[in-house]
């Protein structure tokens, strides 16, 4: 440490800085106050001495008094360096002259089969035919779904060294604007040809770095769905689901309701429950498998009250195989969020006063089993009792 004497325009005064024997680099950025700084002093002739002012008058300065700054230099333009980086030389291109790409040509070995056919005509068993021109391999085939009669596509069959260039011009460049593989291999497939030219491009766009960051819709597509298997025997095969808390409860005190339909005939059970406690969904579900029979599996969301070990007992007590589907992937039990959909429609539209919905619950489930469905073309009440039911009409 050494003490300074600085000089900053409005006058000496003493600063204690480091020294060192070299800079840790060539330049130092700080900060230039420049104009913040006003031309004159804060301090004014005040009655009272503060702290501030007190150590100032100890270093010289006095109290009570006015000091003008001199006017500052002229601020000289610093000439600034900017270093780039070094521009790597350009990589050799595998079209740098008309020989060399006949030479790759003539002696590549993925297209020796082609060669070979070469000036042969068309055939019947081919939709193509490759001919030689001024050294090089050409391919002429008609256009996709055009006829025969129409000018067939030119298209020149290239050798290994030149293809890693024609993927990044047709897929890399701002004039390509990185598009997808369909799109890429048509781009590459109006003048150019090559053996496995789908999969070479497919795996080229898969390990774009640009691609993967940027993530374009349908890069990912979605896991296949399994359709549910045909169920030949009513119940055997149930979801349930619960509806709620509803917006209001019933006179009762009921907020939720329990429902389950069965994959087979279609038919929906309802009930309405104050809570959805793991013993109170156990003890309804027993009430409504006690009339229908016991299913040998259930299908069901991962809610605690279907996975607490009180409902599991049940189920192996029973002899009942319980399914879960996914976390947030309410699609998996399509059929009951179906249900439920309709159900909380029916309810708008009867409960009137808001907690009479659980007087209508059973017209309204009447009113669903009694009409057709979409997909079987049968009622669930025909499917499940072999009859049609006498309703109003």
């Not at 700054?69 to 990589?91: F, M």
């Not at 009409?371 to 006498?390: A, D, H, I, K, N």
Request: net charge positive.
């Amino acid at each position: 440490m050494a003490r300074v004497h600085l000089d900053c325009g409005t006058g000496e005064k003493v600063v204690r800085m480091g020294l060192l024997n070299q800079l840790p680099a060539e330049v130092l950025l700080c900060n230039d106050l420049g104009r913040l700084v006003s031309s004159y002093s804060t301090d004014a002739a005040t009655p009272v001495t503060t702290r501030q002012q007190s150590q100032r008058h100890d270093r010289g300065t006095p109290i009570g008094t006015q000091v003008r700054s001199q006017p500052k230099p002229p601020r000289l333009p610093i000439p600034r360096r900017i270093s780039t980086p070094p521009v790597p030389p350009d990589p050799p291109s595998p079209w740098s002259s008309p020989e060399t790409l006949r030479h790759q040509t003539q002696t590549d070995p993925t297209l020796q089969c082609y060669r070979d056919r070469a000036g042969r005509g068309l055939d019947d068993k081919r939709i193509d035919r490759i001919e030689w021109e001024d050294g090089l391999l050409y391919r002429y085939t008609a256009r996709e779904g055009s006829k025969k009669k129409q000018v067939p596509q030119k298209q020149m069959v290239v050798p290994q060294g030149p293809r890693q260039e024609l993927l990044r011009l047709a897929h890399d460049i701002p004039l390509a604007g990185h598009l997808v593989q369909k799109k890429t291999r048509h781009r590459l497939a109006r003048a150019f040809f090559w053996p496995r030219l789908s999969e070479d491009t497919r795996e080229y766009c898969r390990t774009c770095p640009v691609c993967q960051k940027t993530g374009k819709a349908g890069d990912h597509p979605k896991a296949p769905l399994h359709p549910m298997p045909i169920i030949q025997e009513p119940f055997s095969w149930v979801a349930v689901d619960i509806i709620g808390p509803l917006p209001r409860p019933s006179a009762t005190g009921k907020r939720y309701i329990l429902t389950v339909v069965d994959y087979a005939t279609r038919y929906p059970e309802a009930v309405a429950l104050a809570n959805i406690q793991a013993d109170t969904v156990a003890d309804a579900l027993l009430r409504v498998f006690t009339r229908v029979g016991f299913p040998m599996e259930i299908l069901s969301d991962q809610g605690t009250q279907f996975t607490a070990e009180l409902t599991q007992q049940l189920w192996r007590l029973c002899g009942v195989k319980a399914l879960h589907s996914a976390p947030y992937h309410p699609q998996t039990n399509g059929l009951c969020e179906r249900f439920n959909g309709t159900l909380k429609q029916l309810i708008r539209a009867f409960a009137h006063e808001g907690k009479d919905w659980e007087k209508y619950l059973p017209h309204l489930l009447f009113a669903y089993r009694e009409v057709p469905q979409e997909s079987t073309g049968y009622s669930p009440f025909e499917l499940l009792y072999g009859r049609q039911v006498r309703g109003p009409l």
